[in-house]
């Protein structure tokens, strides 16, 4: 049996207080509505499994706090567009909107059930400024009404960098930046990357430990080039295959494949 949820003034006070412990308090009027959505992803949880078992203050933490992080590190111009990809039940990318209205954020997953329950939740408070896409991103990023438009690329907890950077990096505009939320192991992924990241238009790495309670460490790369149109590749491939065997196959080379 699940623990009975708080009223909606103390999650309201639990996230102002996640607030002042990341030193964001300018964001503490966007509280409520978070709160709001909080509510409704704890009500949506007990029809389809959205965030799978976490109890009250780790949602809060984890997924609530975890995500203004971005704000604290990146200050997006006004009216900046970002792509949230992987999305699941929203996050980073709804915090983000709720603290930044101004912002416009797409919003992206592969799990249908997922993106009805941030569509339907976005409306329920209606937020604007926002699109929730069903589909899978290798798809996403072929088509030109998205590719390459996105000032910021986001993603939390989606798959290794060696398939996100390929994943995010045709959605960003030059001089865009894509931000990946990791964990512990973020050094061995980078060592597996290398320098494919060049491939794709993109620059060398930049890591902030944020020194969180969650230990997130953002990876972020900035885009430099226009990214190839063969990338993405598909998704089979994109497992399969490191980016510089997609390399070997336009030299005639044999691909190595992935270790």
């Known amino acids: 049996m699940s623990n009975p949820t708080s009223s909606r003034d103390i999650i309201v006070s639990k996230i102002m207080a996640e607030m002042d412990s990341a030193g964001l308090p300018q964001y503490k009027d966007s509280a409520e ?7 409704l992803l704890k009500e949506g949880s007990e029809k389809t499994n959205l965030i799978g078992k976490l109890d009250e203050d780790k949602i809060i ?6 995500s203004l992080l971005f704000l604290k590190y990146f200050d997006p111009r006004e009216g900046a567009c970002i792509a949230d990809i992987g999305c699941g039940a929203g996050f980073p990318g709804i915090v983000v909107k709720l603290a930044r209205p101004d912002l416009s954020i797409v919003f992206l997953d ?3 059930k997922k993106a009805a329950f941030l569509r339907e939740s976005c409306l ?5 400024g926002i ?3 069903h589909g899978r991103a290798e798809e996403f990023g072929k088509n030109p ?5 996105s000032d910021y690329v986001f993603s939390k907890a989606v798959g290794s960098l060696i398939m996100l950077v390929e994943l995010c990096s045709p959605l960003l505009r030059q001089g ?5 939320w ?4 973020w050094k061995e992924e980078l060592e597996k990357l290398g320098s494919d990241y060049r491939m794709l238009g993109l620059m060398e790495p930049q890591v902030i430990n944020t020194g969180s309670e969650s230990e997130t460490t953002f990876v972020c790369f900035k885009k430099a080039s226009t990214c190839p149109q063969r990338f993405p590749r598909s998704y089979q491939v994109i497992k399969k295959e490191n980016l510089s065997d997609a390399k070997n196959k336009k030299n005639g080379r044999k691909p190595k494949g992935r270790d």
């Open 33 to 39: 509505k978070m709160a709001d959505f909080f509510l």
């Open 61 to 66: 933490k984890y997924l609530f706090a975890d």
């Open 110 to 112: 592969a799990d249908g």
């Open 124 to 128: 329920a408070l209606g937020v604007e």
């Open 131 to 133: 699109e929730v896409i």
């Open 145 to 149: 009404e998205y590719r390459e438009k």
């Open 176 to 180: 865009g930046t894509m931000t990946a």
């Open 182 to 185: 990791k964990g512990s192991k």
